[in-house]
């Protein structure tokens, strides 16, 4: 065992606690209600890098919640890093499903549970704690390295762009390193190949001046939400072809070995999936390979209805106005920018519209995907780390869910990205009882810190 291998193994309870501090404040970013829980969890976060004894540390105001900032710029002639995750969560909703409260983190067989555990305040401490391992047995750290943790990414990530657009110069670095995503199984490590981008919208539709009894005004009264379930049924039909013109008009093919790979789905991940949802059939495109549709197609998802009866029993009114949540997710190789999806899809939003009702089209973010290449000796330090925890080669895979800042890291500051986690596909993310294990928390920090010293030696 090396001396950090024997550091970590020596301190696996304190991490642990350290996590569980953080996780229980709820810092639920999209619910102005909890902005001053956002804040603690950022300082929460200052206060452990200034332990694992970073300089420079401090909050960054922006007009959203606050980013966290630390740096280690000792290593002469080193490498520079830049290290994101993020503190924000996502809400707990339906709260009746959890086991136990949401924000009460609980340990269950090999798991702990809580919201955040995973994403990504799991996937962000156990960062910190390779650098703490490093830091205290080694004296110092292989490479340099600039920790920015943000607070919004679970809302769209605006305050994090805005400061990375203003300040690249503050951001120098030679690599981005992200622990926001996954591995498909326990055994199987992965580093992640691209992401999708996203746009998310509110579509409001109205009608009569205020809620109308509908034996009185049924038959003359326009019916936002029968209007909105018109424009759905409008812009998606039942075999997943999103009918937005000119949404696929510039969709790039992909590498063939990547079109094999999905074609083949030689780990089986679609039947895992699968298995997990508990459905006997997978919905979409049937002509496009299940990893195709979660990884490179474009989809468009229904969140939520607000507005009209949701009670108990009935009654019988026809509301005044209705809202519908929409998203879609865009492959990085649709050859569309996140900004010219909006436009389509507002455009066909009021294509559809009845003319009864009157509909605005509200765009609340939007983020563009990625696609990373693994020539970087960056990236070939991550898979020989990776190789050496796991004892096996990662396999290099896209997953389907954004990560908005990403884009910018590779846009503004030009530098390869790193996509390495170790969520697991059961961790239930934005779910009731996200969990994450142990085992892949604690392999993590070890990885982790790995990778810095194989990253830092020109591996
Ligand atoms: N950790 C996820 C991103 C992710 C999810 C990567 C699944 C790979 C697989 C991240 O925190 C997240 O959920 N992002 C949001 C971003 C959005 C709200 C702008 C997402 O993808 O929905
Ligand atoms: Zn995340």
């Not at 996780?23 to 694992?52: C, K, N």
């Not at 305040?121 to 750290?141: D, S, Y």
């Not at 326009?222 to 009918?243: C, E, T, V, Y």
């Not at 509301?319 to 929409?326: D, E, H, R, S, Y």
Request: glycine residues 10%.
């Amino acid at each position: 065992m090396t001396q950090i291998e024997a550091y970590i193994a020596e301190h696996e309870q304190r991490f642990l606690e350290d996590l569980k501090g953080w996780l229980r404040i709820p810092s639920i970013s999209t619910l102005p209600e909890y902005a001053a829980d956002v804040r603690r969890a950022a300082e929460y976060a200052a206060g452990q890098l200034r332990s694992i004894g970073l300089d420079n540390v401090r909050l960054i105001e922006t007009k959203g919640h606050p980013l966290v900032y630390g740096e280690w710029l000792k290593a002469a002639g080193r490498p520079t890093l830049l290290i994101y995750g993020h503190y924000d969560v996502q809400p707990v909703d339906p709260i009746e499903l959890w086991q136990t409260p949401p924000f009460e983190p609980t340990i269950r067989g090999e798991n702990l549970y809580c919201r955040g555990a995973c994403d990504d305040k799991g996937q962000t401490m156990l960062v910190f704690k390779a650098l703490e391992a490093l830091i205290t047995t080694e004296g110092g750290l292989p490479v340099n390295v600039r920790v920015l943790i943000e607070g919004e990414e679970e809302a769209g990530g605006e305050s994090i762009e805005h400061y990375v657009r203003s300040y690249p110069e503050r951001l120098t670095c030679d690599a981005a390193f992200i622990c926001d995503t996954h591995m498909p199984a326990p055994d199987l490590p992965a580093l992640i190949s691209g992401l999708r981008g996203i746009i998310y919208t509110e579509v409001e539709a109205r009608g009569a001046v205020r809620d109308l009894h509908s034996g009185t005004y049924g038959g003359i009264a326009p019916n936002p939400f029968h209007a909105l379930a018109l424009i759905i049924a409008g812009l998606k039909d039942a075999r997943g072809h999103i009918h937005i013109p000119g949404l696929y008009d510039h969709q790039r093919e992909a590498p063939a070995q990547e079109q094999r790979f999905w074609q083949e789905d030689p780990l089986h991940l679609a039947e895992t999936l699968r298995e997990e949802m508990g459905v006997a059939q997978l919905s979409g495109e049937p002509e496009y390979p299940p990893l195709q549709r979660i990884w490179a197609r474009p989809t468009l998802e229904i969140h939520g209805f607000v507005g009209g009866f949701s009670g108990e029993g009935a009654k019988t009114v026809i509301p005044a106005n209705g809202k519908v949540k929409i998203s879609m997710r865009i492959p990085p190789d649709l050859g569309l920018k996140a900004e010219e999806v909006y436009r389509l899809f507002e455009r066909r939003v009021k294509e559809l519209a009845p003319p009864d009702v009157e509909v605005t089209v509200r765009k609340i973010h939007a983020g563009e995907g990625v696609l990373v290449s693994p020539e970087a000796s960056v990236i070939r330090a991550a898979s020989a780390a990776l190789k050496e925890t796991y004892g096996r080669e990662p396999v290099f895979i896209r997953e389907g869910g954004s990560i908005p800042i990403a884009a910018l890291f590779n846009d503004i500051l030009q530098v390869p990205i790193v996509f390495m986690g170790f969520g697991l596909p059961d961790d239930n993310l934005h779910s009731p009882n996200e969990k994450y294990s142990l085992k892949q928390f604690f392999r993590g920090v070890r990885t982790v810190a790995r990778f810095l010293q194989l990253y830092g030696a020109g591996a």
